[in-house]
C-alpha cells in the first residue's frame, strides 16, 4: 500500500485522529465509487452506531476529506474526495444523478461552468447536478 492511500497517514495529514471506527469508515468509504448517504454507509458497516457514523462524516467533511452534495431528489449525500484526498475550493466539479438507479455520480473532470457575480460576491461552494441515465443504466459499458 503506498503511503498516500494508508487511510491512518490520510486522516493524520487532515489533523483528524486515526481512531479504530474513522479508519474503518474511511477504508469503507474508498471502496464506494459514487455518492452515499448516512443510511449507506449504516448499510455498510452494521455494527457502528448511526450517531457515531454521522459524527464521523462530519468530522471528514470539516476536514475537507468529503464534500457533501444535495443529490437530484433533494437528499443530502457525500462524496469522497479522491485527488490528493482533499476538497478544494478551486476543483468544483459537477454531479450526475441517475434517475433509474439513484446514483450520484462526481464528474470531477466537468467543472462548474463559470458565472459573472456582481462586484462584491465571493463564491465559496457551489453545487451543479445534472439527472439523466448513467452509462450503466443506459447500457454503455464505460
Not at 474511511?26 to 457515531?52: G, H, M, N, Q, W
Not at 462548474?112 to 465559496?124: D, N, R, T, W
Request: charged share 20%; net charge neutral; glycine share 4%.
Amino acid at each position: 500500500m503506498a503511503e498516500n492511500d494508508n487511510p491512518e497517514i490520510i486522516l493524520q495529514q487532515h489533523n483528524v485522529k486515526p481512531t479504530a471506527v474513522r479508519l474503518l469508515v474511511l477504508r469503507e468509504l474508498e471502496k464506494i465509487k459514487y455518492a452515499f448517504s448516512l443510511a449507506d454507509v449504516c448499510d455498510r458497516l452494521p455494527t457502528v452506531d448511526r450517531s457515531t457514523i454521522f459524527r464521523t462524516l462530519t468530522v471528514f467533511a470539516d476536514a475537507h476529506l468529503l464534500h457533501t452534495i444535495v443529490n437530484g431528489n433533494g437528499e443530502h449525500e457525500y462524496c469522497l474526495c479522491h485527488n490528493s484526498h482533499t476538497c478544494r475550493p478551486d476543483e468544483l466539479h459537477c454531479h450526475f444523478h441517475c434517475t433509474r438507479c439513484g446514483h450520484t455520480f462526481c464528474l470531477t473532470n466537468v467543472t462548474i461552468p463559470s458565472v459573472a457575480l456582481p462586484l462584491g460576491y465571493a463564491v465559496e461552494n457551489a453545487e451543479y447536478v445534472m439527472q439523466g441515465l448513467c452509462p450503466r443504466c443506459r447500457g454503455i459499458r464505460k
